[in-house]
């Protein structure tokens, strides 16, 4: 069945630790997305990918990074620059005017 | 600028009541796409729903109904005979549509608890 995976399912980082967050889908969407989601309130963007090799800045990229150099694959980092990383970041893929599907998300925890 | 807003934070209310969960957008686009989402305890976001703006006729899906009315820029979405299966999180979200691949910009979202 297509979806998307997004591994681990929970994460612990430990203070100046760099983390990489992996989110695969193998639904042939062009576009795929990262949100990260505090306790409590809503989705808020960090990075989106439109093509391959091409990918822009959402409302919160600092302190993260990410590459898409497959279709399939936009793996999200969580740098040491990012100073209160624990949330639960959201992995997102849409095909045109469709509408998002998500993957199951991961939990990070700063230790 | 595109903005979704979810008035209401929390709902609470008893099983086999009716809910409705109010969606506000704004947009200056003509043509454009409106979403529900659902987010219960586990975190994973269900697709629910998506209308485009030429289409104002209502949806029904089972328990489930959406009244989408451009003169007051709404979408909102009802349930009927609430159970407790239905407690999660609900998020509004709204895309343009003159390119594709855009970000959604997404409400903050509606937490209805569904109490037996």
């Known amino acids: 069945d297509g979806g998307i995976t997004q591994s681990p399912k929970y994460l612990f980082r430990k203070e100046g630790q760099n983390v990489t967050l992996s989110c695969e889908q193998n639904?042939?969407?062009?576009?795929m997305y990262w949100y990260r989601q505090d306790p409590g309130q809503g989705l808020r963007l960090i990075y989106y990918?439109?093509?391959?090799?091409?990918?822009q800045k959402g409302d919160i990229a600092e302190g993260y990074s990410v590459s898409r150099e497959k279709k399939e694959s936009f793996p999200l980092t969580v740098t040491s620059a990012q100073k209160n990383p624990t949330a639960f970041y959201l992995c997102?893929?849409?095909?045109?005017?469709?509408?998002?599907?998500f993957g199951s998300g991961t939990r990070l925890t700063v230790v | 600028a595109q903005k979704v807003t979810q008035a209401q934070t929390e709902i609470s209310v008893v099983e086999k009541e009716d809910v409705t969960l109010d969606c506000v957008y704004e947009t200056r686009d003509t043509t454009y796409y409106l979403f529900w989402y659902k987010q219960p305890p586990s975190g994973e976001l269900v697709f629910l729903i998506r209308?485009?703006?030429?289409?104002?006729q209502n949806e029904i899906s089972g328990r489930y109904s959406w009244n989408f009315q451009k003169s007051t820029s709404s979408f909102n979405f009802t349930i009927t005979a609430s159970q407790v299966v239905d407690s999660a999180v609900y998020f509004c979200a709204l895309s343009e549509a003159d390119s594709g691949n855009t970000p959604l910009v997404f409400g903050k979202g509606t937490r209805l608890s569904v109490i037996a």
């Open positions: 990918s439109q093509i391959v090799n091409d990918f």
């Open positions: 997102a893929s849409r095909k045109g005017h469709g509408g998002y599907t």
């Open positions: 639904l042939n969407h062009d576009a």
């Open positions: 209308r485009n703006s030429f289409d104002e």
